[in-house]
C-alpha cells in the first residue's frame, strides 16, 4: 500500500508485544516496525524477540505470544544494532506509544548497551489525536449518541437528564452487538439490564480507589506498588507488616475497610 503522509523524513509507525506493562522489568516478546517514507512508500520489519525470560500466561493470554514461539528467535541484542540502522533519520509514530512503548523501546536498548536515542526524533501518537478530537466528555457522548447539544452544561439537573438520555441511547444503539474480549471469544456486553450493565462497571472493582482489583480467577490483587499482582491474602500472610502500614498510611477510608474486610475474612478461615 502507499501512504499520503507528508514527510520530510521517514515515519515509522511500531508497536510492541511484551511480558508485561512494567517499564523497567519487562521485555518485548514481538515487534512490528512499518517505516513510511516520504515517496509514499512503505518498509516493514515484523519479528517476534527471545525475552530472555518466561512469559506470564496473563500476558500470553493478551497477545497470543507464548514461551514455545519466541525460544528460538533472535534476542533483542543480537538484533540491537540492525534494528537502529532500520530506524536512522526515521520520527516514531503509533497509537499511545509515548507511555509505553517508546520507554520500553529505551529501556531495551539501554539495557544491552546499545546508542539510541529519541531526543531528535519527532514522536506522533495517533491517540493524543483522537482523545484530542473527539473528546469522551458527557458534552460529547450526548451530540453523539442523541445529535443534540448539551444547553446549560455542568448543572446538576441539565448533566444528569443527558446521562439518562445517552445511557437509553446507548441501550437501543449497543443491545445485541457481538465484540470479542481478549481471548478472541465473540460477547455480547450491553443488555438492557441493569445487572449486566453493572457487571461491565464491577466486574475487577474491590475498592473505588482501584487499589485492589479481582483477578482473572477472581481473587483480590494489589494493583500498586511492589505486589503488584499479588494477592491480597498471601500479602497478608507474608508480610505481617504490610497491613499496618497501609492502615497507617494516606489510603482512602474504602480502601482500608476492604483491606481489613480481607483481613478478617482470612483470619475466620483459620
Known sequence: MQHTLNLKNPLVFFDLETTGTNIAKDRIVEWAFIKALPNGEIEKDVKKINPEMPIPIESSLVHGIYDEHVKD????????????????????????????????????FLRVGVDFSVNNRKLVDAQKI???????????AYKFYCNKSLEDAHTAEADTMATLEVLNAQIHHYEGVEIKDKEGKSFVPVHNDVNKLHELVNDKIVDFAGRMVFNDKGQEVFNFGKFRGKPVE????????????????DFALDTKRKLTEIKLRKFNKK
Not at 483522537?130 to 466528555?137: A, I, L, V, Y
Open 73 to 108: 528467535a533472535p534476542t533483542f541484542k543480537s538484533i540491537a544494532k540492525n534494528l537502529v540502522k532500520f530506524l536512522e533519520g526515521c520520527d516514531l509514530a503509533g497509537y499511545n506509544i509515548v507511555r509505553f512503548d517508546v520507554p520500553v523501546l529505551v529501556e531495551e
Open 130 to 140: 483522537f482523545f484530542m478530537m473527539e473528546p469522551r466528555t458527557l458534552t460529547a
Open 234 to 249: 498471601w500479602v497478608l500472610e507474608r508480610e505481617h507488616g504490610y497491613y499496618d502500614w497501609m492502615m497507617k498510611g
